[in-house]
């Protein structure tokens, strides 16, 4: 009996097991410590790339299921050694017959139990998962587990905000959903601007708009300008107008939140809607140059209305030559002013100026410059090769009664306007030669072969050598020949 229990003691001194004893508590809950801290060591290193495997027992059931809690309830309750041994050599079988792509190991299974058990269960189950984890997967954990200890950082959630931000600078995916206190989300959105990341400003604030309510988000950007300046442009990009509106209402920003509204007029299809939309927003809390912007919409938008009912039933009908020759392109309808200008003075040039129609009645209404209205009417009437209406366009007459040739716009770009709508070389030429830069009228007339104005203009200058050279440039014969010849013929004589 004796030499039975001298046996027995000689084994468990021999193990690398140790019996439970209430005296080496503290060492095998070191020992469980250890054990825990490695077997979560591997799973933070596998599960961050394999978040698709299914967690198993050791039992072989998936986590969670119904007979794995019984099992583990079961297995709880048990204290004796047989069955300790039962229970190791059906984690053993069961471990055989799991599929390749499970994964095998569970942490449950590790620190369930008390008592004498505690140590032999957890240090028998990390030896298991180390085994399992070296049979099923080294090709695919391997890479993983080569990497350096300064990288293992990446692979925990508990980074702070100056780490989330890096890490989001980087385009590595993480969440935010930790940082749940003021405190911490206000640190990251500092962290966040102080990276002068504009991605990463805006992901933040999407977060913490989620996350706080409006009156304590708007209380604390307004003491941040650059996150409050991007969540405003993000709202307006992203068109989400009520919130900005409330924001905008918060920091006491009255006439952004009128032409916050004011932009709503883009979203209106219909013209009546439009207009009536419009005219409400002519009582909003403008500055005085923006109401007056407002005012002259609205009554542009309603001259259209007229205008473009008027001239479809003209169109309609074929009462107007004007209209056969040239039909319209498209509707007048929410068409710049300029546009409105240039689309009166084709089709309604002539019209007295008490008609909404009439190009002096949009000048007058609203105060279009002289050299605005002269350059649009000039295109205008020189599309439909109306000379005589860009002759009387750039006719003034003194007090007089004396008349003369005056473009505000310059007669170089008349000429240009004019040569660009094919006007014929006597037109041209009439226009050349009220260029007063001298060199600008010599190219001009050059380029255009207004021959007259060039001939003059050396003359002028008396040049011979230069005239002589054009005189080659002309045809034989004509008529540009002759009066060169008779230019050189008078300065010989004289």
Known sequence: MSRVRADEEEYWHSSKFRAFTFDDEDDELSQLKESKRAVNSLRDIVDDDDDDLERVSWSGEPVGSISWSIKETASGSTSSLDGRDSSLQKGSSSYAALPKQASSYSLSSLFKGDGRESGFLCTTHLCLSLSALTDTGVKNFAPELRRPKAEYKDYSSDWSPKDTVRRMQRGKVCSLERFRSLQDKLVLLDEAVAGHDGNVITAVLIFLKRTLR????????????????????????????????????????????????????????????????????????????????????????????????????????GQSELFRKYPRKASILNMPLVTTLFYSCFYHYTEAEG????????????????????????????????????????????????????????????????????????????????????????????????????????????????????????????????????????????
Request: proline content about 2%; charged content about 30%.
């Open 214 to 317: 409006r009156e304590i988000l708007f209380r604390e950007l307004e003491v941040r300008q650059v996150a409050l300046c991007h969540l405003i442009h993000f709202l307006r990009e992203t068109g989400e107008q009520k919130f900005l509106l409330d924001l905008l209402r918060f920091l006491d920003r009255t006439e952004e939140v009128a032409l916050s509204q004011y932009r709503e007029h883009l979203n209106i299809q219909d013209v009546e809607k439009r207009r009536e939309f419009l005219k409400g927003c002519i009582g909003l809390p403008f500055s005085a140059e923006d109401t007056s912007h407002i005012q002259d919409h609205y009554t542009l938008l309603e001259r259209q209305i007229i205008i473009e009912a008027n001239d479809r039933h003209l169109e309609m009908a």
């Open 355 to 494: 008609m909404f129609s009439s190009p002096t009645n949009l000048k007058k209404t609203f105060k279009i410059p002289d050299k605005q209205y002269v350059l649009t009417a000039l295109a205008a009437r020189a599309k439909l090769r109306a000379w005589g209406d860009v002759d009387a366009l750039l006719t003034t007459k003194n007090w007089l009664g004396y008349t003369k040739k005056k473009a505000p716009i310059g007669f170089h770009r008349v000429v240009e306007i004019l040569q660009r709508n094919n006007a014929p070389v006597q037109v041209l030429q009439e226009y050349v030669r009220l260029v007063e830069d001298v060199e600008t009228r010599l190219n001009l007339a050059t380029k255009y072969k207004c021959h007259d104005v060039v001939i003059e203009t050396y003359r002028d200058l008396k040049d011979r050598v230069q005239l002589t050279a054009y005189k080659c440039k002309v045809e034989r014969g004509s008529a540009e020949e002759e009066k060169i010849n008779g230019i050189l013929s008078n300065t010989v004589r004289n």
